[in-house]
């Protein structure tokens, strides 16, 4: 059974940073491209960033987030991150991340998500 598993969100103050982790079970995961997405309040899934595999996965970022987030993978360890930084009230969200490389929807397999709310 695939499991994926987020954590790291929280309350963060805009201008700061968080990473987010992500655990990957029930498939080879170093076999499958992997990807973020996040919902905002009253919004639709968005799009954040996918990663390949190998020695050079070269992720892509949405151009909301390009230069602010950064992606990255530990085969060894089956997870998958994402670095949050210089965040905004914008990137208050609930994040996703989602088996295989998509950048456009749908996404169904995703795990429950975890919150970032960002507030001073």
């Known amino acids: 059974e695939v499991q994926l598993v987020e954590s790291g969100g929280g309350v963060v103050e805009p201008g700061r940073s968080l990473r987010l982790s992500c655990a990957a079970s029930g498939f080879d995961f170093s076999r499958y491209g992997m990807t973020w997405v996040r919902q905002g309040p009253g919004q639709g899934l968005e799009w954040v960033s996918s990663?390949?595999?190998?020695?050079?996965?070269?992720?892509l970022y949405a151009p909301s987030v390009k230069g602010r987030f950064t992606t990255a993978r530990d085969d060894a360890k089956n997870m998958f991150y994402l670095q949050l930084n210089a965040v905004t009230t914008e990137d208050t969200a609930t994040y996703y991340c989602?088996?295989?490389?998509?950048?456009?929807?749908?996404?169904?397999?995703r795990g429950q998500g975890t919150q970032v709310t960002v507030s001073s």
């Open positions: 990663i390949g595999i190998g020695d050079n996965p070269y992720p």
């Open positions: 989602s088996r295989d490389f998509r950048m456009a929807g749908p996404w169904p397999i």
